[in-house]
């Protein structure tokens, strides 16, 4: 049979070429998701400042949720100062050093921040030895006023041993001498700088002196390393805290908190992505693959006549497909990886992925692809030949003349129960269950309003047609063929709307949501900040004694605190426990809805004191809370807690889904540090003054900065269009690929009816009649294409809005829509009209031996 399918490919080219362009393309796809996802699995940095320990112990930097991927804490999970006594205790280990890291920034001599190359960091001087990092010059820090800077950090803040050197914690600023030059460890510093101080002054920096950021662990000599690993975690295995053990490469993840949540993120996207592209990979193929069958559809029914029973035709396609399949899949993984790699160079552009992060490149990712673009490709050849080998001899070479006038009972009744089920899950889930639900099921309802209007495209095709006819006919002989075959056709004429509609429908729901979430966004962001002043930082943060600075400025009257992190609610989602992590931020209610407004819906944010939360009506409509429930809450570091849910409010996009107290909130982040302070006058007449105040204090405080309102509401925008971008990049990867599989099927379609051209050529059809016949029919394929991508744009577009926004019309932008529309177009002309002239070069009387 292989020898029978091989010989059929050779003499049937065009077919199988298309069919191996878009397994081609397909498996690619796969793969680069695939590479994404085992390198959120696998892939890491090496260690810098803690490269010389044998083994490091941090916190467990992940949330244990069972059957679902673990997600990654937003801040830093410390370690009790008193754990090092328990690690010392452990067989082969020659010393234990703990070591504190606090953010700093270096103010200039004219009071401006010094730009460094990497963030500075400062630790005490015992976990130099972790590096390690030699004294280059000088001398230890012995007292509170000493720091030794690494080499680079002095070279670029111009300063040497004996200079004195301004260093900032927020905007508090202490003054130090520089006591020696410290040289970088053996393998450098590409991602940080060092300072570092007495073991005392830097648990005084510290938001926590009583609290380690991680326990290096130098081994006996002739320790090995996997061993000791392990004896500590025994040892440590009865520990309340949340204890983790790295060695090698893990290392990396803990000295750098943004690999963890970096490989967190890609381990989801990819997961929820990849599931949505092998979907729409499937489908393309078997878009493809059905036009092959369809377009050979005699020949089956030849062999059909000739004894051929069933099992042979299935037989017969299977091997076909087989060869083609595997060779496109084998071919398209290579690409795949190269693919990971632009698309870990966008996310880097966007700010989600760090700039130096590598992919694990794994074949497990192209196995993986080349096995299921296979079984896709079988089992899409097995339904697409099903009637043919299914019928009776004398029906199907009656069928290959003329395609069914009808379609098939079940198939009608399954595409209508889809377009039901997609309309359902677009617009009455988000009505019914709010929340993260209600978002997924009206962006997967895409995929299912697809399926539905795929099988019952040939109808769509003749209802157009019937519509166009009067408009065709007036072109006399061209347009009378066009309406004739476009009629007569229908079932190949679909093959070629379906990917083109799917391309349409994609680029229309995805830009469409993405304007409507930004759009929403700005508004909250931009009517929500109430304050007259906004006070930031232009590098690390604000310190908390800030609060109390400003208020006794004369004429304010209020000032909030802003702190922000990430917080993760716990709670069941379909009988199963799950975990979700949401932006957050920590406020002071006192005199609050002076200077911010929430858009509160229900219960009042003056409660909002101790174990209380706000949470926003998305996040409160996904865990399925109400004011007076119980919130089981994660805080940034993973301390979790019990809240009670004392208001629920609208501007979740504009300033986040969670609200806590503000000294709940920053007790719990990294450094402790506030991202604004927003400050109200008593009245219009203090605002000049406050305002003449405010820029006085930032003179003379390092790194503040007075914004006007609008300022800080770009901000906020800024920080949630970093998602949306992330959406728009994968989503824009399956758009190329669908792109690709438009051109691809109508140059197919076309070019496969070289023999028809060369009828109509040798019964006095000229060529330009002939052109202008396909020039119509061109606009009958392009009409029902965007027709039918707007009908089942619209529907998970309206949902989407209503899950995010709680709106049911979303922000169109009409210039966009019209511009997709008319590249859809453009792309559908051109792919036939070219196509059209290189079938018509061909003589009429060898067109019609040669080819079908």
């Not at 020898?3 to 199988?16: C, L, Q, V, Y």
């Not at 012995?142 to 720091?147: K, L, W």
């Not at 202008?772 to 029902?784: D, H, I, K, L, P």
């Amino acid at each position: 049979m292989f020898d029978i399918a091989w010989s059929t490919i050779k003499n049937r080219k065009g077919g199988f070429i298309a069919a191996f362009i878009a397994v081609f393309c397909g498996s690619a796809v796969v793969t680069a998701c695939g590479v994404l996802l085992m390198s959120g699995l696998l892939s890491g940095v090496s260690p810098e400042r803690y490269a010389g320990a044998a083994v490091m112990v941090g916190g467990n930097q992940t949330k244990p949720v069972k059957e679902n991927f673990d997600p990654h804490f937003a801040e830093r999970v410390t370690l009790p100062a008193g754990l090092a006594g328990e690690i010392a205790e452990v067989p082969g280990v020659r010393s234990v050093v703990g070591d504190r890291t606090v953010e700093m920034s270096v103010t200039g001599p004219q009071g401006g921040t010094v730009a460094l190359d990497h963030p500075l960091f400062g630790h005490g001087w015992a976990s130099a030895a972790l590096g390690p990092f030699p004294l280059a010059e000088g001398h230890e820090p012995r007292s509170a006023e000493d720091v030794v800077l690494d080499s680079a950090v002095a070279r670029r803040a111009g300063v040497k041993t004996g200079d004195t050197v301004r260093l900032s914690v927020g905007t508090t600023p202490a003054s130090y001498r520089v006591s020696g030059l410290a040289a970088q460890p053996p393998g450098g510093l590409d991602r940080q700088s060092a300072a570092f101080f007495t073991d005392e002054r830097a648990a005084q920096l510290s938001q926590r002196p009583d609290r380690l950021t991680a326990i290096g662990v130098l081994a006996e000599p002739g320790t090995d390393a996997g061993a000791l690993a392990t004896r500590i975690e025994k040892a440590l295995a009865d520990s309340p805290e949340a204890v983790a053990v790295y060695t090698g490469k893990q290392v990396g993840d803990l000295e750098f908190l943004d690999m963890g949540q970096s490989r967190g993120f890609l381990v989801a996207l990819s997961a929820s992505f990849g599931g949505t592209a092998l979907a729409v990979v499937i489908f393309v193929v078997s878009s493809t693959l059905g036009l092959t069958v369809h377009q050979r559809r005699r020949e089956l029914a030849m062999l059909r006549a000739i004894a051929a029973s069933p099992r042979q035709i299935h037989s017969l396609i299977g091997s076909e497909i087989l060869m083609v399949a595997a060779a496109g899949a084998l071919l398209g993984a290579a690409p795949g990886f190269l693919i990971a790699g632009a698309l870990r160079d966008a996310f880097a552009a966007v700010g989600v992925l760090p700039g130096d992060f590598e992919l694990s490149y794994n074949p497990a990712p192209a196995g993986a692809a080349v096995v299921l673009c296979v079984l896709g490709a079988r089992l899409a050849g097995y339904v697409a030949a099903f009637r043919t080998a299914r019928i009776q001899p004398v029906e199907a070479l009656r069928e290959s003349q003329a395609e069914p006038p009808r379609l098939g009972r079940p198939r009608l009744i399954a595409g209508r129960v889809l377009i039901v089920l997609g309309l359902a899950a677009a617009v009455v889930l988000p009505m019914v269950i709010p929340g993260q639900l209600a978002i997924a099921g009206a962006a997967g309802s895409l995929l299912i309003l697809m399926f539905g209007c795929a099988l019952i495209g040939p109808q769509l095709v003749k209802i157009t047609t019937r519509v166009m006819a009067p408009l065709l006919r007036r072109f006399r002989v061209s347009g009378y063929l066009a309406a004739a075959n476009s009629s007569a056709n229908s079932r190949r004429l679909s093959s070629a709307v379906v990917p083109l509609a799917l391309g349409a429908a994609l680029a229309l729901m995805q830009l469409s949501t993405l304007s409507t979430v930004e759009a929403t966004a700005e508004q909250q962001a931009a009517t929500g900040v109430v304050a007259d002043y906004v006070l930031t930082s232009d590098a690390t943060g604000l310190s908390q004694d800030l609060t109390g600075t400003v208020r006794a400025v004369p004429g304010v009257g209020a000032a909030t605190p802003v702190a922000r992190s990430q917080v993760m609610l716990t709670y069941v989602e379909i009988d199963k426990q799950a975990s979700r992590p949401f932006s957050a931020q920590g406020v002071d209610p006192r005199g609050l809805g002076r200077t911010l407004d929430l858009d509160v819906r229900e219960g009042s944010l003056d409660e909002l004191t101790g174990d209380t939360v706000a949470l926003s009506w998305m996040a409160a409509g996904t865990a399925g809370l109400g004011v007076g429930d119980t919130a089981d809450v994660s805080l940034g570091d993973g301390t979790g807690q019990k809240l009670k849910v004392v208001a629920v409010y609208g501007n979740g996009l504009g300033f986040g889904d969670v609200t806590l107290p503000h000294d709940v909130l920053a007790a719990h982040t990294t450094q402790g540090l506030d991202s604004a302070l927003l400050v109200t006058a008593s009245g219009p007449g203090d605002r000049d003054r406050v305002g003449t105040a405010l820029a006085e204090l930032a003179q003379r405080t390092p790194t503040l900065q007075v914004q006007e309102p609008d300022r800080f509401a770009a901000v906020q925008q800024g920080q949630f269009a970093q998602q949306s971008w992330t959406n728009l990049i994968a989503n824009s990867l399956l758009l190329l690929y669908v792109l690709i599989a438009v051109v691809n099927t109508l140059v197919m379609a076309t070019m496969a009816r070289s023999r028809e051209f060369a009828m109509l050529r040798l019964i006095g059809t000229s060529r330009r009649q002939t052109r202008r016949m396909m020039f119509m029919e061109s606009w009958v394929v392009v009409v029902t294409a965007i027709a039918v991508g707007v009908f089942i744009a619209i529907p998970p577009t309206v949902g989407s809005s209503l899950a995010m926004t709680g709106q049911a019309v979303p922000h169109l932008e009409p210039a966009v829509w019209l511009g997709i529309a008319g590249f859809i177009a453009l792309l559908g002309w051109l792919s036939i009209a070219l196509s059209t002239r290189s079938a018509l070069r061909t003589k009429p009387i060898d067109a019609v031996y040669t080819g079908e």
